[in-house]
């Protein structure tokens, strides 16, 4: 199985090669962690790192 991308600048995992929430090409395949937001708006996670829309996103992008 293929390692995922995540885009570098919002760090949403992303299939194609264009970010649907920044729209940056910039992704990259080194990765480490995962966050499922389900309700952007309620999440004290997602309001503390700035994450607006629900979706995957790594912790960290290299």
């Known amino acids: 199985m293929a390692k ?7 760090k ?3 299939e194609g ?4 929430i ?3 090409n910039s992704m990259t395949t080194t990765w ?5 937001i389900t309700d952007a708006e309620r999440s ?3 309001q503390n790192i700035g994450i ?3 979706g995957e996103y ?3 992008v290299r």
Not at 17 to 20: A, L, S, V
Not at 32 to 36: E, F, K, P, S, V
């Open 32 to 36: 480490q962690g995962r966050l499922y």
């Open 52 to 54: 607006k829309a629900k």
């Open 22 to 24: 920044c729209k940056s």
């Open 44 to 46: 004290m996670i997602a």
């Open 58 to 60: 790594a912790i960290k």
């Open 4 to 10: 995922k991308k995540a885009c570098k600048k919002c």
């Open 17 to 20: 090669d264009i970010c649907p």
């Open 12 to 14: 949403l995992f992303v």
